[in-house]
């Protein structure tokens, strides 16, 4: 013996909406982009604190005479910390030199102080101190934003707690 079901007139509507709501969002990821500037200042805000090692590649000191010329000169502010500048572009939207820059499907972030590049990969004269960073598991925590961004609309939740 044999049971059948049909089924006729399946109501779609609120499915529809759902996925016409993930595909607006789709088009425009500034709520992503502005959590990930979040996220990269506080990163790039503990490796100057921790003078590189949060970035796991932890800052050569100073040669002695040249630290010493720099403690007389300008305080001790710590490796690549002269006039603030070079933090501040990394560490705050606002800093001198600071790349925040964001479409609504690409974004920028880093610094356009000249100097930053010499420190970024060293020079002859120069240690590589690497202040500009991608932390670790950022992608990873970015895709669980952008998932969290698409299907709930909101961004941060979930990316932080892993609840995706």
């Known amino acids: 013996m044999r049971v059948q079901v049909r089924i006729v007139n399946v109501d779609t509507s609120k499915a529809d909406r759902r996925f016409g709501k993930i595909l607006r969002r789709s088009r425009d990821f500034k709520p992503v982009f502005r959590w990930m500037f979040q996220e990269l200042q506080e990163a790039h805000r503990e490796n100057f604190r921790t003078q590189g090692a949060a970035s796991g590649f932890p800052w050569k000191p100073l040669e002695p005479q040249y630290a010493s010329w720099k403690i007389e000169n300008y305080g001790a502010n710590g490796v690549l910390v002269r006039s603030g500048d070079l933090e501040r572009s990394l560490t705050m939207n606002s800093g001198r030199g600071a790349v925040r820059d964001m479409g ?5 972030f880093g610094t356009k102080l000249p ?3 010499f420190h970024q990969s060293g020079t002859s004269n120069m240690a590589q101190r690497k ?14 934003a952008v998932g969290e961004y698409l299907v709930h ?3 941060g939740m979930r990316a932080t707690g892993g609840l995706i």
């Open 104 to 108: 609504a499907r690409t974004a920028e």
């Open 153 to 155: 609309g909101s961004v």
């Open 131 to 144: 202040p500009l960073f991608l932390p670790r598991l950022m992608a990873d925590r970015t895709a669980d």
């Open 115 to 117: 100097y930053a590049k």
